[in-house]
T-cell receptor, first 115, second 117 residues
Framework: AQSVSQHNHHVILSEAASLELGCNYSYGGTVNLFWYVQYPGQHLQLLLKYFSGDPLVKGIKGFEAEFIKSKFSFNLRKPSVQWSDTAEYFCAVNFHYSSASKIIFGSGTRLSIRP | DSGVTQTPKHLITATGQRVTLRCSPRSGDLSVYWYQQSLDQGLQFLIQYYNGEERAKGNILERFSAQQFPDLHSELNLSSLELGDSALYFC????????????????FGAGSRLTVL
């Protein structure tokens, strides 16, 4: 069955540190890739997405992600984090089949930033 | 406000009971998704509807059912509730489901928090 893995459950960083959150999926077919963020007390919202073209995609608030098809990965990065980046981050994959599609989320990574 | 409306926001009920959670998608969106978020299991995909028809099913229990009505709102019915059903239930909507369009980006509601005592 298709799955999405986020290996880091909780990441703690100091302000200005660089961030990389891992996301891997299992499926050999067509996929669209997303990162969503859930700030404390708020609903999930889109951070960035990949559909086709340049595998390096840029999102809001200085985040970017790189799709590496050979590694089935879509890691999220930010060169310098801020305290306001404290949130839970979810990788999501839209798996496309011949007659349907399904959007599966990873288990999430809680990011805590020390001021 | 994301445009996706979920009611009720909070619900406390007892084991064995049945509840209905309601979701109104963002205006113009045809697809509705239901997810369950619990502390130990992350965001679990339950079911997806597109324009009134079921399109995909995830880890939805047989005690749970859902439907999407002609006006595109959706209801998730949870019956014979157990303590383990306590969770945040999210509804999300998207304009379409095609792989060729950016329109399958999900817009989430604020969630319905269910507590089963």
């Amino acid at each position: 069955a298709q799955s999405v893995s986020q290996h880091n459950h909780h990441v703690i960083l100091s302000e200005a540190a660089s961030l990389e959150l891992g996301c891997n999926y299992s499926y050999g077919g067509t996929v669209n890739l997303f990162w969503y963020v859930q700030y404390p007390g708020q609903h999930l919202q889109l951070l960035l997405k990949y559909f086709s073209g340049d595998p390096l995609v840029k999102g809001i608030k200085g985040f970017e992600a790189e799709f590496i098809k050979s590694k089935f990965s879509f890691n999220l990065r930010k060169p310098s984090v801020q305290w306001s980046d404290t949130a839970e981050y979810f990788c999501a994959v839209n798996f496309h089949y011949s007659s349907a599609s399904k959007i599966i989320f990873g288990s999430g990574t809680r990011l805590s930033i020390r001021p | 406000d994301s445009g996706v409306t979920q009611t009720p926001k909070h619900l406390i009920t007892a084991t064995g009971q049945r509840v209905t959670l309601r979701c109104s998608p963002r205006s113009g969106d045809l697809s509705v998704y239901w997810y369950q978020q619990s502390l130990d299991q992350g965001l679990q995909f339950l079911i997806q509807y597109y324009n009134g028809e079921e399109r995909a099913k995830g880890n939805i229990l047989e005690r749970f059912s859902a439907q999407q009505f002609p006006d595109l709102h959706s209801e998730l019915n949870l019956s014979s509730l157990e303590l383990g059903d306590s969770a945040l239930y999210f509804c999300a909507s998207s304009a379409t489901v095609t792989q060729f369009s950016g329109a399958n980006v999900l817009t989430f509601g604020a969630g319905s928090r269910l507590t089963v005592l």
